[in-house]
């Protein structure tokens, strides 16, 4: 399985922007659909983007369309999600999932579907 490290969460300023990473190691990353999903303290995990295997093809959460961008560099075994116009709401772990997947352009919006996952990491928006 691929593994997955994230990176670039903190504490913001409702307004601000931030830059989540992933760095996927130890497979063939664009043999992979990759998600984002979050959970808030006490909360359930939600969906919040997701990205084919060939970035041609994007899905997002309706709380965070258009505010957010998913995109992804298969020579940099990356995938990224672009927060900007952060609200307190969207306070939460983040974490980026791997699903093996054969169809170039198919997004996976089911957190169930994913195999492997990262350790997440926080994003703390203050009002």
């Known amino acids: 399985q691929v593994q997955l490290i994230e990176s670039g969460g903190g504490l913001v300023q409702a307004g601000g922007s931030l830059r989540l990473s992933c760095a996927a190691s130890?497979?063939?990353?664009?043999?992979?659909?990759m998600g984002w999903f979050r959970q808030a303290p006490g909360k359930e995990r939600e969906f919040v983007a997701a990205?084919?295997?060939?970035?041609?093809?994007?899905l997002y959460a309706e709380s965070v369309k258009g505010r957010f961008t998913i995109s992804r560099d298969n020579a940099k075994n990356t995938v990224y999600l672009q927060m900007n116009s952060l609200k307190p709401e969207d306070t939460a772990v983040y974490s980026c999932a791997a699903d093996f997947i054969t169809g170039l352009h198919s997004i996976v919006r089911d957190a169930r579907e994913y195999i492997s996952w990262g350790q997440g990491t926080q994003v703390t928006v203050s009002s």
């Open positions: 130890g497979r063939t990353f664009s043999n992979y659909a």
């Open positions: 990205i084919s295997r060939s970035g041609g093809r994007t």
